[in-house]
T-cell receptor
């Protein structure tokens, strides 16, 4: 099955700086990737997604980069703000040829982002 | 627009008592529905998912069960709670796509404490 790991459990950045959160996955055939933001006591909130036929996708202040060669996914947040403080999860979907549980999302353990004033 | 509700928001139950958590989705039809559990400081563990009424797939052997009595209603139950059932329970929905690359959207969660 799929395994997903985040490189750093915690990350502190100064307000206004850019943040980069990383994620590694194990199955080279995985084809869909999502980043979620979870504030304390709340459910995860969708940020941005990317399919395996893309290398980069941009949203409002966020960019997701996918490197399929090394099975690495990153989330970049530009001009980090205090409201960005939260836990960030990557989620990876199993290959299209799989079924059942193997086709479901596997979540990383999360990176706690703290924005310093 | 679609919304997802969970209740109760918090629950404190004694060991051995029954459990019923409810999740409902509004604004969509025939969604895929999911139950996850999140332990403190950890990622999300998929417990059950459903692609239609009465269709439940279980991912983890446990003393929990799930049911989908209506298209947009998903219920998580237990006959006898264990201490290890404590956690943050999240319901999610998605719309199936031909390629299976669909986003899951989460509810606000239920925090369960078993004492």
């Amino acid at each position: 099955g799929e395994s997903v790991g985040l490189h750093l459990p915690t990350l502190s950045v100064q307000e206004g700086d850019n943040s980069i959160i990383n994620c590694a996955y194990s199955n080279s055939a995985s084809d869909y990737f999502i980043w979620y933001k979870q504030e304390s006591g709340k459910g995860p909130q969708f940020i941005i997604d990317i399919r395996s036929n893309m290398d980069k996708r941009q949203g409002q202040r966020v960019t997701v980069l996918l490197n399929k060669t090394v099975k690495h996914l990153s989330l970049q947040i530009a001009a980090t703000q205090p409201g960005d403080s939260a836990v960030y999860f990557c989620a990876v979907k199993g290959p299209a040829f799989s079924s059942g549980s193997a086709r479901q999302l596997t979540f990383g353990s999360g990176t706690q982002l703290t924005v310093l004033p | 627009s679609q919304t997802i509700h969970q209740w109760p928001a918090t629950l404190v139950q004694p060991v051995g008592s029954p459990l019923s958590l409810e999740c409902t989705v509004e604004g969509t039809s025939n969604p895929n529905l999911y139950w996850y559990r999140q332990a403190a400081g950890r990622g999300l563990q998929l417990l059950f998912y459903s692609v239609g009424i009465g269709q439940i797939s279980s991912e983890v052997p446990q003393n929990l069960s799930a049911s989908r009595p209506q298209d947009r209603q998903f219920i998580l139950s237990s006959k006898k709670l264990l201490l290890s059932d404590s956690g943050f329970y999240l319901c999610a929905w998605s719309l199936g796509s031909p390629g299976g690359q669909e986003t899951q959207y989460f509810g606000p969660g239920t925090r369960l404490l078993v004492l």
